[in-house]
């Protein structure tokens, strides 16, 4: 009987490992080839509700049923993205207008401040006049890593628009066809698998649709913390910078960071004190409820303790970089998924 129990453990650690190696292969080195059909799949899964109401209360055919919600979804996020280029245009017209001005004022300000670091170095001791010198050599360097990292996030944008339009097309055939796709796929299935294999899949696809949801919601409050906390400082372009934090909040790390910590630095040491501390306690504010709201809401979303969320959170951030806050969550989740279906019953077995 112990004989067959740690025999059990074996095949139960085995599958473990394998599991682990296979997400650990597919998600360094596969899923980057094929982020439009992964985008594709969870819209297909999330469209599938309303896509097969239609089919069989409304006895519409299932290409015209997919094909009436994706537009509805293109144009209903058409509209949102419509009405945030409109409002953005409006501030871009008048930030062109000023930027002369601005450009002129913060070149003066830059100007004024090296001349009165270099005065001030004059009188300090040398080893603290070096080691000054040295770390505002390494901020600059690091200022100009942010913004080469801008530059690329812009750069890309055209990739974007390809890998939106190539998932659009693959979310109406995978969810036209889905029952060929997945009858096709579970034909390499063992048949006695095939049950636990799509319990599985149903909880990492409903997992990944409420995750995405989650993060949505969190950039959504960075993005109207900001707004609204330049807007009682009375700052112009309050849309146009909240809606771009709202976005770099996908970047936890650094998201808001990039904007404000730099910002309100630039404003302490230009003169502007009460205004730079009010920029860094907004900066404050967001980084402390964020933190709080990530793990309890994401946690929530993809039914994993707060705990094992933020673990998974970070040792995704140190294996797969920034795409790592996704990727994490959801390894956390598949993982979940498979020790209920595959390593519990192994273990038990027998028994």
Do not use: C
Request: aromatic share 10%; net charge positive; proline share 4%.
């Amino acid at each position: 009987m112990a004989s067959e129990s740690m025999k059990n453990v074996y095949r139960a650690l085995a599958v473990l490992a394998s599991v682990l190696v296979g997400l650990f292969l597919f998600v360094r080195f596969i899923s980057p080839y094929l982020t439009p059909f992964i985008i594709a799949a969870v819209l297909a899964f999330l469209m599938d509700p309303v896509v097969n109401f239609l089919e069989r209360k409304g006895r519409m055919p299932r290409g015209l049923a997919v094909f009436l919600v994706l537009a509805l979804v293109v144009l209903f996020l058409s509209f949102f993205v419509v009405i945030g280029i409109a409002q953005i245009q409006t501030e871009l017209s008048k930030l062109r207008t000023n930027l002369p001005g601005y450009l002129s004022r913060l070149t003066q300000d830059i100007q004024g401040l090296f001349d009165d670091i270099t005065r001030t170095f004059s009188t300090l001791p040398g080893p603290v006049s070096d080691f000054i010198a040295e770390n505002t050599k390494h901020l600059a360097s690091r200022a100009t890593e942010v913004l080469n990292s801008a530059v690329d996030f812009l750069a890309k944008i055209p990739s974007w628009i390809t890998v939106f339009l190539v998932s659009i097309l693959a979310t109406y055939f995978i969810s036209k066809d889905k029952t060929r796709v997945t009858s096709f796929l579970f034909e390499f299935l063992p048949e006695k698998q095939r049950m636990s294999v799509r319990r599985v899949e149903y909880q990492i696809m409903g997992a990944v649709v409420r995750l995405i949801r989650a993060q949505l919601l969190l950039m959504a409050i960075t993005g109207l913390l900001t707004i609204v906390g330049l807007s009682i400082l009375r700052v112009s372009y309050a849309w146009l910078i909240g809606i771009l934090i709202g976005l770099l909040d996908v970047l936890p790390m650094i998201g808001a960071a990039t904007l404000l910590l730099p910002w309100g630095i630039y404003s302490i040491f230009t003169g502007h004190v009460a205004f730079g501390l009010a920029l860094l306690v907004l900066l404050g504010i967001q980084m402390l409820i964020r933190q709080i709201a990530e793990a309890k809401i994401v946690g929530k979303s993809i039914g994993v303790h707060p705990l094992a969320t933020l673990l998974s959170i970070y040792v995704g951030y140190r294996v797969f970089g920034f795409g790592g806050f996704i990727l994490g969550p959801v390894i956390a989740v598949a993982l979940k998924a498979i020790i209920a279906e595959a390593i519990i019953p192994t273990l038990t077995h027998g028994r």
